[in-house]
């Protein structure tokens, strides 16, 4: 196997269990950039096969989005709008690439953006057309055409087998100057619980410098917020360049951090200690809205925005 962002062939196995069912997953880190991803990546037809109908029931236990994470999503979504038009992005046509239940599609179109989504999934896809009235396709990145000022992608570039053809994608999908706005998880980061990291539906882990790396042929990084998440605006580059990987010290960071996770540090430095209180708070609070329905939860969080 080559590594799917360098191509070369020197790669560490740094795990062999899905932390979700502790079945057999092979993670590698690649010694030469750093990009950590499973081996094999699975095909894109089984990607595909497996995001239209299983996923959503694999990890979040339902077809439809539940009232909780209509409520997550809506105040997730709120603060990329935020984060957004802080930036001076703040109209224009909008594309959101894995749009799950539509609740950044409905609010950004409420909130000055002319937005549509793409959604693999059947059931959240259709969810969203019927509860919200959005424009929302069931199908996968591929499918998408036109040309959109802004497009953005929460949690989904983990999910898509070829992430360099990815972004060959989204640069064609994109206005000239158009922005990209691009969230992961972080590899890196010391708040991720060490029984809860590697998983099937997660075919690549990003640090940073991976991520920019994979964007570089095709955007220029312009703003980067960096925790136990990484949130990434981009900027369509006029020409299209050579692809930049990490230095050699970003990718001895990276492996330096891989080898200092664990449970000390989960718990004391990242925070651990807080998560069964916080989570207390997080369930007492959603049952308090949990009668409600998905449209009303959204207009309720605009109204007081």
Known sequence: MSCIL????????????????????????CNVCGMVQQNPIPSEDEVNEYYSSVYRQDYKKTYVPKIK????????GLDRISFLKNRGIDNGSLLDVGAGGGEFTYLS?????????????????????????IKIETGQLSDVHGKFKVITMFHALE???????????????????????????NIETNDASPHNIYFKAHIHYFSSSTLVSAASKYFDKIDMVSDSNLRVLFKRKEVVSDLILPSFDQVAKTTKRLQKKGWLEYIFKGGGY?????RLSKIFIESRIS????????????KYH
Request: contains cysteine; glycine residues 6%.
């Open 274 to 278: 807080k998560k069964l209180p916080l």
């Open 109 to 133: 179109s409420k909130l000055g953006f002319m937005s549509q989504g793409i959604e693999p999934n059947i059931g959240y896809s259709s969810y969203a057309r019927e509860e919200y009235g």
């Open 6 to 29: 360098c191509e070369q062939k020197n790669l560490k196995i740094i795990s062999r269990t899905d932390s979700k069912n502790n079945s057999s997953l092979n993670i590698f880190l």
């Open 159 to 185: 999910h898509i087998p070829d992430v360099v053809k990815a972004f060959e994608l989204l640069f064609n999908l994109l206005e000239k100057n158009g922005h990209l706005l691009i969230e992961v998880p």
């Open 69 to 76: 994470h209509v409520f997550r999503a809506g105040n997730l």
């Open 291 to 302: 009668h409600k329905s998905g449209i009303k939860i959204l207009n309720d969080m605009i």
